[in-house]
């Protein structure tokens, strides 16, 4: 979807009658005309595509797969590794025919290892990567992310890739192939985390809504609600403490830099908590925003969606489909001034445009 929102041309080829998994995971569901509709799920990335079906496990369908990488710049998939060797749509065959192609496989955990071949979920991932063991509260249980970012940086990274090859190929004429792992995505989206558990040797420990090496950085309950503050450096703190009536703190040499306040968390969050309680969330953003400390209310997905900083920088685009009707879909984050990324095409119908494709006579 990334390539597809900056310009490409993507045709998605799924299987007949199912189709992708994702058509599936619903409730909820964006419901179109006589009974037809699709899962909120498949809508999310699936925009600008044009949707094949075809079964691969059928001569028909493995000849029209040849067909359309034989003309394609790019070839992405994620099945188990090997599964396309097994019906001659690998890499080597088909680069063969067309030397320019970049083949992308992202799958759990890659064509090597110890653990080639075995299927991998976000969720699985999180939990073999420790991105679970790092999540949630102090003494709580482990804890997933709220959404799938294991899933998101591994399409991320894909995208990245893609377009490294592409400009590669500028220069020598050719493609190459392109691995993507759920894991090793994982692995390197712990960043900090990961790097601070190589250079002590320890396990790094969960902080819920705190940071591990940055204080106060973390949720606060005002009289009303919830709001989070994100104190950066150690001038910010001096602001912090104004705008709270805490000057005598400022300098003190338990809080004054950031590894004296680490050593002080406690001290450092029940002091602000304390001073938090007394007003709305409100009046606290007010005064901080004002001061230039970082902060923000803790919000719903639904009042994250209405801010006026997505609402007014263009981030929700409205999408129309024979399938679901007419929604409203979160619009791509990239800014480009003379290449915008753009909504070009609605999330496809299982199937709705393999006639359309096979009429352009692709590979012919």
């Known amino acids: 979807m990334i ?5 490409a041309e993507v045709i998605k080829v799924e299987r007949p009658g199912t189709g992708d998994d994702t058509r599936h995971w619903g409730p909820p569901w964006a419901e179109g005309g006589e009974g037809a509709r699709e899962s909120a799920y498949f809508l999310c990335a699936n925009r600008n595509k044009r949707s094949v079906a075809a079964d691969l496990k059928t001569p028909e369908g493995r000849d029209l797969v040849e067909r359309l990488a034989g003309d394609a710049d790019v070839l992405v998939e994620n099945f188990a590794p090997g599964t396309l060797a097994a019906r001659g749509l690998d890499y080597d065959t088909l ?6 192609l970049v083949f992308c496989s992202i799958s759990g955990y890659g064509s090597t290892g110890p653990d080639a071949g075995r299927p991998g979920y976000d969720l699985s991932v999180q939990a073999r990567a420790g991105w679970m063991a790092i999540t949630g509260e102090p003494e709580g249980a482990p804890m997933k992310a709220g959404v799938a970012l294991v899933d998101v940086l591994t399409g991320q990274n894909a995208a990245i890739a893609v377009l490294a090859a592409l400009r590669e190929r500028e220069r020598s004429g050719l493609g190459q192939y392109v ?29 819920g809504n705190a940071h591990a090496t940055i204080v106060p950085y973390q949720a606060f309950h005002a009289s009303d609600r919830s709001f989070v503050v994100a104190v950066g450096n150690d001038a910010q703190w001096r602001r912090l ?35 938090f309680r007394m007003r709305p969330a409100a009046e606290w953003l007010a005064k901080l925003q004002s001061a230039g400390v970082p902060c923000a209310p803790v919000q719903g997905v639904g009042e994250a969606l209405a801010d006026p900083a997505v609402r007014e920088r263009g981030g929700l685009w409205e999408m129309e489909g024979a399938s679901f009707g007419r929604i409203e879909t979160v619009a791509s984050p990239i800014c480009l001034d003379r290449t915008p990324a753009a909504l070009r095409r609605a999330a496809p119908a299982l199937g709705e445009h393999t006639a359309e494709v096979m009429r352009e006579g692709w590979g012919a």
Not at 3 to 7: N, Q, T
Not at 188 to 203: C, D, K, P, Y
């Open 241 to 275: 403490c104004d705008a709270l009536n805490l000057q005598t703190h400022a300098d003190d040499p338990r809080f004054a830099t950031n590894p004296s306040r680490i050593g002080n968390r406690d001290a450092v969050v029940s002091l602000l908590q304390e001073r």
């Open 95 to 100: 680069s063969a025919k067309n030397t320019g």
């Open 3 to 7: 390539l597809g929102d900056l310009g």
């Open 179 to 207: 691995e993507v792992t759920l894991m090793d995505s994982a692995v390197a989206g712990l960043i900090n985390v990961a790097q601070a558990a190589l250079v002590t040797g320890a396990e790094p420990a969960r902080y």
